[in-house]
């Protein structure tokens, strides 16, 4: 009796210390505040971030809404040029390219939901913001601005 109570034990101890990493992986992360700063002032965001490869991977995929203020920011290992599609994104987007100082060098506006069309930086970038379609000429977001988030420059 002892000894299956121990094995017991084992397995449960085994899985909080095995197992939370990957439910930590599933879940997802909490926003975090993101600014732009336009020629008209300061505009806020909640994004999720994106810095993995399955992260990257993965994105905005399946997503069926998103709130007007939240985004995701993804963050490649290092700067170069980048190619992103909306394959298996029901969500039009606008994708903000952004080099490694922070500048707003490109942006797609009103991305094709689940289009496997390759959408390219048109120059090396670091980071991707995505946020709803038709944000940026909503909120007067353009090429130029400067992005501020906390891996912006790390």
């Given at each position: 009796m002892m000894g299956t109570l121990r094995r017991v034990a084992l397995v449960l101890l085994s899985l909080?210390?095995?197992?939370?990493p990957v439910v930590a992986k599933v879940l997802p992360t909490d926003p975090e505040r993101l600014v732009i700063e336009t020629g008209d002032g300061p505009v806020e965001f909640s994004v999720e971030l994106a810095l993995t490869p399955a992260d990257r991977a993965s994105g905005l995929m399946n997503r069926t809404s998103m709130a007007a203020d939240h985004g995701m920011l993804f963050r490649f290992d290092q700067t170069r040029e980048v190619l992103m599609w909306m394959k298996n994104t029901p969500l039009s987007l606008?994708?903000?390219f952004i080099d490694e100082a922070g500048t707003v060098i490109r942006i797609a506006e009103r991305?094709?939901?689940y289009s496997e069309a390759i959408i390219p930086s048109a120059g090396p970038?670091?980071?991707v913001l995505e946020l709803n379609?038709?944000?940026t000429s909503q909120r007067g977001i353009s090429v130029g601005d400067t992005v501020r988030h906390r891996v912006i420059g790390e």
């Amino acid at each position: 009796m002892m000894g299956t109570l121990r094995r017991v034990a084992l397995v449960l101890l085994s899985l909080v210390v095995f197992g939370a990493p990957v439910v930590a992986k599933v879940l997802p992360t909490d926003p975090e505040r993101l600014v732009i700063e336009t020629g008209d002032g300061p505009v806020e965001f909640s994004v999720e971030l994106a810095l993995t490869p399955a992260d990257r991977a993965s994105g905005l995929m399946n997503r069926t809404s998103m709130a007007a203020d939240h985004g995701m920011l993804f963050r490649f290992d290092q700067t170069r040029e980048v190619l992103m599609w909306m394959k298996n994104t029901p969500l039009s987007l606008d994708m903000l390219f952004i080099d490694e100082a922070g500048t707003v060098i490109r942006i797609a506006e009103r991305t094709e939901p689940y289009s496997e069309a390759i959408i390219p930086s048109a120059g090396p970038v670091r980071y991707v913001l995505e946020l709803n379609g038709g944000t940026t000429s909503q909120r007067g977001i353009s090429v130029g601005d400067t992005v501020r988030h906390r891996v912006i420059g790390e």
